[in-house]
């Protein structure tokens, strides 16, 4: 990448980051949650072959277009490529999906990392994708301030792929698909002349908050849904990790900042597993899921403090245990319960929650960084060590919240995902993780 390129790059982050750091309330309110009309009816998202999906394996690529990168809307001159490719989705149907390559100029096609967005949306006009060809919407500011962190991996020789993780439906807190469409994305970006990557090109994962979500679930279905992608892995980094969203809903309630997730992961589980979680909301529950139906995270932060489930449930149903369809979702994504991965992992939580407003400490449940629950990653952690062959470091910041974990993490990461790829010894942390908590799958409760 030219030294011009970086510069212009790091300028438009700097403004991104200024401006993603804008009053959460005044700009949820003074800015659309959806994207213009042109964004939403690009054609190059609609798989239109006269063949089925169901006719191509996974990871085929369906569409291809180089552009140029942009930053809030700004072209830069770092060229993209972009892929419509073949996936699977939460319930194990055929799907349709964006993902895109930036070419390192100093690079070979040999190395590459696959980056995961925290772009943490219900609206796919949010998606990375969206972003970088040109489109700007409130909540795509989050992947153009993450470009920051596409520098020092393109400027090190690594072509990077990102893909739109939640897919086209933007199925927010949906893990399992969150995992398909990244190892899909990396089958795509193989398959492509376009991206010179190939067979041969090594892979890293790397994400934090939404983006460790597919990182994990990425790493964890890749032995048994992509063997051929989880043989080009060298590891995986990520921090502010989601593993049961069940306990990090109960963290979460009553907080100052984070409590928005409750109406979003509603609103994402039920999209994803085609179930209406929204009928057992009463009228003010029915009004924010409304509001947050297509908001980003952006949205949702700080615009609903002291938000809890019972305020928003109708009253028999005060305990979201008593609704079925609830605890089937809720296991279904609990990484406690789904497969260790098999290549060596990084992984890093904060604990300091009370610093972004969220102050519970339930029995079971205990402390977290803010909206991420540190026992829950701890205990996957040490699951990941007695049941995996691969090493797992971990580290807990007992200061940092949430999102000051992350600016310690991200060097971290990618040092030790350089490591990897030089390919030394990886190191452990098994055997020094303190305990955490039980990640057994959910339990039904009878009506309030």
Same mark, same amino acid.
């Given at each position: 990448? +030219?030294?011009?390129? !970086?510069? @212009? =790059? *790091? ?8 401006? #993603?750091?804008?009053?959460? $309330? ?120 993450? +470009?920051?962190?596409? !520098?020092? @991996? =393109? *400027? ?8 739109? #993780?939640?897919?086209?439906? $933007? ?128 949205? *949702? ?13 109708? $009253? ?128 039904? *409760?009878?009506?309030?």
């Amino acid at each position: 990448m +030219s030294k011009a390129a !970086v510069r @212009l =790059l *790091a300028l438009a982050v700097a403004t991104a980051a200024v401006m #993603t750091g804008a009053p959460l $309330a005044t700009a949820a309110e003074s800015a659309p949650a959806a994207a213009p009309a042109a964004a939403a009816s690009d054609p190059f998202y609609s798989y239109d072959g006269s063949e089925p999906l169901s006719a191509f394996a996974p990871g085929t690529v369906l569409k291809t277009r180089t552009l140029q990168y942009h930053l809030i809307g700004i072209p830069t001159p770092v060229k993209a490529v972009q892929l419509l490719y073949r996936t699977t989705d939460a319930q194990g149907r055929p799907a349709a999906n964006v993902t895109t390559v930036v070419r390192s100029l100093t690079g070979d096609g040999t190395k590459a990392v696959s980056y995961q967005s925290f772009y943490d949306s219900l609206s796919p006009e949010d998606g990375p994708s969206r972003a970088i060809a040109g489109d700007v919407t409130l909540g795509g500011l989050i992947p153009n301030a993450e +470009s920051l962190l596409l !520098v020092p @991996l =393109l *400027a090190k020789g690594y072509d990077v792929v990102i893909p739109d #993780t939640e897919g086209q439906q $933007a199925n927010f807190a949906a893990g399992p698909e969150y995992g398909t469409n990244t190892l899909d994305s990396i089958r795509a970006a193989t398959r492509s002349p376009e991206t010179r990557l190939n067979s041969g090109t090594s892979f890293g994962l790397i994400g934090y908050s939404g983006g460790a979500i597919a990182t994990n679930w990425a790493a964890a279905l890749a032995p048994s849904y992509a063997p051929d992608v989880n043989r080009k892995l060298v590891g995986y980094a990520e921090g502010g990790l989601l593993v049961n969203p069940a306990h990090n809903l109960k963290y979460v309630d009553g907080s100052l900042a984070w409590s928005g997730v409750i109406p979003m992961a509603v609103i994402g589980v039920s999209r994803s597993y085609g179930i209406n979680l929204g009928a057992y909301l009463n009228d003010y529950g029915q009004k924010v899921y409304k509001e947050l139906e297509r908001g980003s995270i952006i949205n *949702a932060l700080g615009r609903y403090p002291g938000l809890t489930w019972k305020k928003m449930a109708k $009253a028999e149903y005060a305990n979201p245990n008593s609704i079925p369809a609830f605890v089937e979702a809720m296991n279904k994504l609990n990484l406690g319960s789904a497969a260790t991965p098999t290549v060596p992992g990084f992984i890093a939580q904060g604990d300091a929650g009370v610093l972004e407003g969220t102050f519970s400490n339930h029995r079971g449940i205990g402390t977290g960084d803010g909206v991420m629950v540190s026992g829950d990653v701890r205990t996957l952690a040490r699951q990941y060590c007695a049941t995996g062959y691969a090493p797992v470091k971990y580290t807990q910041h007992e200061l940092l919240s949430h999102t000051t974990a992350a600016v310690a993490w991200a060097p971290v990461a990618l040092g030790w995902l350089n490591d990897r790829f030089a390919a030394k010894p990886a190191p452990s942390d098994c055997g020094r993780i303190p305990a955490g908590n039980s990640l057994a799958p959910e339990e039904p *409760a009878p009506l309030s």
